[in-house]
């Protein structure tokens, strides 16, 4: 249980104002356990992130933890926090892309939730991996990105807006090209695009694009997921929180190199949902804390690798493809 003294005063922690004008906290928790924390813990750390100040939770149905973590809420609520000053997303998970409304349904249920206040396409691919995978798990019927399949699944995301289920609807793992038609095409514009963000992939132009198109960015693995499944690790792979710059931020202000990488994120503009079940609270603190100071952004700013953790190898369509196929890294969508 958190003690008084390990409280941050949610009214103080910053917040990101979202084109309808809603305000969601610029620091959420991550739920994902990487396949090895078990769900009761994952939601254990809810309740005691909410103690300890936290408001804002991000969670899907693929992480199989929304039941408990729903009981979790609901104590919170029981507990004197209003629905209203939390802030839940959740996310369709890529078998469920022709029943958005079921999927929606089944989330709010689980969640004990009567509305959420931000709903993903969690990826762009309708193309499933069973939890637990390895690297060479493939969808059998995998499919390419196709714009009209995507909009017909977007279009259902939309009447979860009119129906009042959900207040936002947003995108995650896109790229410029993807979401230039999203914007194009969308009736319900997306209000956020969630993706990978980090000290050692920055994503600069994704991240200008997202926000200058009144979109806001979250950003998952904001400490490079020290603890993300071994499908999700390549040889290349390197860990912001190893890296001498960051490890020197860290020395002169006395905290984790973590903590370091989400005052980081925040300060940047960008909305870090680090997963934790020990180290919450540091994390919370740090983005309250004294702030890096410009000099230290920029030594941030000049580590950027361009590493991709997360590369989504399980999702490709055709055999001897690379995971880069995924993210149009030529600048135009991958053709079928
Ligand atoms: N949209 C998507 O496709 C997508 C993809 C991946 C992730 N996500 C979301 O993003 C969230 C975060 O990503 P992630 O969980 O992969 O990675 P992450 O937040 O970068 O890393 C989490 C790991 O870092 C450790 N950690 C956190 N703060 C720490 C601190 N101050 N000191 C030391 N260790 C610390 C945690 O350990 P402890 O538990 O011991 O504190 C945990 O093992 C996920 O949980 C999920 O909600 C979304």
Known sequence: MTSALQRIDPAVIPQRILYTGATMPAIGLGTFGSDHVSAPQIAE?????????????????????????????????????????????????????????????????????????????????????????????????????????????????????????????GTSNMTIPKLKLVLRDARVKPAVNEMEMH??????????????????????CPVGSPGRPERDRTPEDTAPTEDPVIIEIARRHGIHPAVVCIK????????????S???????????????????????????????RLIKGQVFLWKPGQTWEALWDTNGEITPP
């Not at 000053?85 to 890529?94: D, F, G, R």
């Not at 994503?203 to 979109?215: A, D, H, I, S």
């Not at 020990?278 to 950027?304: C, K, Q, T």
Request: hydrophobic share 40%; aromatic share 12%; net charge negative.
């Open 45 to 169: 750390a809810v309740k005691g992130a909410a103690s300890a100040g936290y408001r804002h939770f991000d969670c899907a149905s693929v992480y199989g933890n929304e039941k408990p973590i729903g009981v979790a809420l609901e104590e919170i609520q029981r507990g004197g926090i209003r629905r209203e000053e939390l802030w839940i997303t959740s996310k369709l998970w890529n078998d469920m892309h022709d029943d958005v409304i079921g999927s929606c349904r089944q989330s709010l249920a689980d969640l004990r939730l009567s509305y959420l206040d931000l709903y993903l396409v969690h990826w762009p691919f309708p193309n499933f991996h069973p939890p637990g995978c390895d690297v060479t798990s493939r969808c059998a019927n995998a499919r390419p990105y196709i714009q009209e399949n995507y909009m017909r699944t977007w279009r259902e995301m939309e009447k979860l807006v009119d129906m009042g289920w959900v207040r936002h609807i």
């Open 199 to 220: 000290p050692h992939f920055q994503q600069p132009e994704l991240f200008r694009f997202v926000e200058e198109n009144g979109m806001r960015a979250v950003g998952y």
């Open 264 to 275: 980081w994120a925040v300060q940047r503009g960008q909305t870090p949902i680090p997963f």
């Open 277 to 307: 079940v020990n180290h919450y609270f540091a994390n919370l603190a740090g983005v309250v804390g004294p702030p890096l100071s410009s000099e230290e952004m920029r030594a941030i700013a000049a580590i950027d690798r361009n590493c």
